[in-house]
């Protein structure tokens, strides 16, 4: 990433998404968002109170979807253009308007949910009976209709979703809009400093003097703000735990994981396993680290250093097609040429700019093709990402065309495995294609450090705080910035023991993840990560065939968690995926360490 960053008005558009597949013209979505809630009343109009046969049913839900996926697309074209530029304020009052729109709707088309919900069993199974593909929706609102509250608490909850989504909306501001970070100095260069700088550039940078810098300036600055993203934060957490009890549930945990169709005990086994028994993997993989750069020390600064950043890949844009062509090949034509798609119709989002958020996302929506924000640097990691949510867009695409809007999504538990499982492909394409000792060296360590560190260990900590957090909310207590950084100190020092040192700073990472908004959505990560690491080695074995995987990514939500990654021949319902997931970062650990040593004597 250059170090200077334009402003979005700046940047070519060929590297910015289009967003005209969604709405051509802008007067096209403002005429949508006028007519949406006229249709939505013509519905209420026509089934609130009359759903009461099988027949009426099925063409309700099937009208219900229509709106359902307008609705969805005015979200999408009037929330993404404040991910690439949040100093934009028109496009913040846009995103605020749409909010308010779809807050009104969803309040108006309340009554069908609760309606459905009140229906006999034996109604509902007519109505799969009559339109099998219903079956995934029906099996949740068997569910639901446990926890259903009365029909006007539903509508007043559907209206106030703006303002039970703004403590996720304030956090966002104070990090990446309020905060300047303003430049640090290192050896007499200034250098500038923003959130997506640090996040994307300094914390992976090779100088040990700019990394740790760059870290005490932006924690300095970071924590700052850590009582009003305290704040917000408690309040998200409040609001979960409030419509937890109103609707009866014994924990905040069994509510958040209900819509994911998981039991607590997949959750916990997910995170226990990992903090136990991969902790001692990642040190051994971090203290090597520490020796190859001859580093006095490991700190929480030096965590993300390449293991050997002379030895670098740079990637191209026009670079990365080929790289999509010939590492996605195992999947087949069809699937290789869905992503090549994404090129020329602009579905992804390159730019560098002032304003854009961190990290990276995959937006998906019924019916149009997803959208993708990455911010490219020109680095092979740059690639990682791009695979990495592909994967998402790859998925979202299949199962949208195989499935009804009601159950093309897929539980939050099995989204992360068809990302994670593009990176593998990446991973094995690198490797096979050298038989140098070095370049093997740094494309295992790449897997390391991008694909499991990151989505293993990252958000795996994410996950054991979080959790602790939730523990405190469930039995009635409060917290403030300084208890948050607490818990995030004690997961931190429990995973890296002795390995890092934990110097000021660290207990701010909290502060840094908009995750903590969306419920238990970390641990999913390393869920997904277990799905994909033995699909992928299946395949490479032959053990299991492509086709199954195929299969999975077009699943949708028509089976539960425990049963879907069954068709690509894995079975999580036993803690041997995990550790054999395990196991094999072990190997490749071993194998790094190894070819260092061979290095070494040549």
């Known amino acids: 990433m250059s170090e200077q960053l334009l402003k979005r008005s700046e940047v070519s558009e060929d590297l910015k998404w289009d967003l005209t597949a969604i709405f051509a013209t802008q007067e096209d979505f403002e005429q949508a968002a006028e007519e949406l809630p006229k249709d939505v009343a013509a519905f209420a109009a026509k089934y609130d109170g009359n759903l009461s046969d099988a027949d009426t049913v099925v063409q309700a839900i099937k009208d219900y979807e229509e709106l359902v996926a307008t609705a969805s697309h005015l979200g999408q074209y009037g929330h993404l253009p404040v991910s690439v530029d949040i100093s934009d304020s028109e496009a913040q009052q846009v995103t605020r308007h749409v909010s308010n729109v779809l807050a009104g709707v969803g309040a108006k088309l ?82 500038p400093l923003s959130f997506v700088l640090y996040e994307e550039v300094y914390m992976y940078h090779e100088d040990p003097k700019v990394r740790r810098a760059a870290y005490d300036k932006f924690n300095e600055v970071l924590g700052r703000y850590k009582n009003v993203v305290a704040t917000a934060y408690y309040t998200h957490l409040q609001k979960e735990k409030t419509l937890s009890d109103m609707r009866g549930y014994d924990s905040i945990f069994d509510y958040l994981l209900e819509s994911q169709e998981v039991d607590q005990e997949l959750y916990h086994r997910q995170i226990d396993t990992i903090m136990n028994d991969f902790a001692p993997v990642m040190r051994k993989f971090i203290t090597h680290l520490k020796d190859v750069h001859g580093l006095d020390k490991m700190t929480y600064a030096d965590l993300k250093v390449d ?12 670079e990365s097609k080929d790289l999509v062509k010939d590492a996605l090949a195992p999947l087949g034509k069809d699937y290789v040429d869905l992503m090549l798609r994404s090129y020329p119709e602009r579905w992804v989002d390159f730019a560098q700019n002032i304003g854009k958020r961190s990290g990276a996302f995959c937006s998906t929506t019924y019916g149009k093709h997803p959208y993708v924000m990455v911010t490219w640097t020109g680095q092979l990691t740059d690639a990682y990402t791009l695979f990495h949510e592909l994967g998402h867009a790859g998925q979202g695409v299949l199962s949208n065309e195989n499935n009804p809007l009601t159950s093309a999504r897929p539980s939050l538990y099995l989204i992360e495995g068809p990302s994670t499982f593009n990176e593998l492909l990446l991973t094995d394409y690198l490797k096979n294609k050298t038989d140098d000792p070095r370049t093997e060296r740094s494309v295992l360590s790449k897997m390391i450090s991008r694909t499991y560190f990151h989505n293993f260990v990252t958000h795996l900590l994410e996950a054991a705080y979080q959790r602790e957090v939730y523990r405190l909310i469930d039995a009635g207590k409060s917290f403030d910035a300084n208890k948050l950084s607490e818990l995030k100190k004690d997961v931190l020092e429990q995973f890296w023991g002795d390995a890092v040192e934990l110097e000021p700073g660290s207990e701010l990472t909290w502060m840094r993840q908009i995750h903590y908004y969306m419920g238990l959505y970390p641990y999913t990560y390393s869920a997904g990560l277990t799905i994909a690491t033995q699909a992928f080695l299946k395949i490479k074995s032959g053990e299991e065939k492509v086709d199954g995987w195929l299969e999975f990514l077009a699943l949708g939500g028509q089976k539960v968690p425990a049963e879907a990654p069954k068709v690509a021949g894995v079975d999580i319902t036993t803690d041997k995926p995990l550790k054999d997931t395990i196991n094999y970062l072990d190997e490749s650990v071993d194998r790094i360490i190894e070819l260092t040593g061979e290095l070494n004597k040549g």
């Not at 293991?307 to 026009?318: A, C, G, R």
């Open 307 to 318: 293991l050997d950043p002379e030895h670098t890949m740079p990637v191209s844009i026009e």
């Open 110 to 191: 309340s009554f069908f949910q609760s309606q459905v919900e009140d229906l006999e069993e034996s109604t509902l199974n007519e109505v799969v009976e009559k339109e099998p593909t219903f079956e995934a929706y029906i099996r949740k609102i068997k569910k639901s209709k446990q926890a259903k509250l009365d029909p006007k608490v539903e509508e007043a909850l559907a209206q106030l979703s703006p303002v039970f989504d703004s403590p996720a909306e304030i956090f966002e501001q104070a990090r990446s809009n309020d905060a300047d970070y303003g430049t640090f100095e290192v050896d007499g260069k200034e250098y």
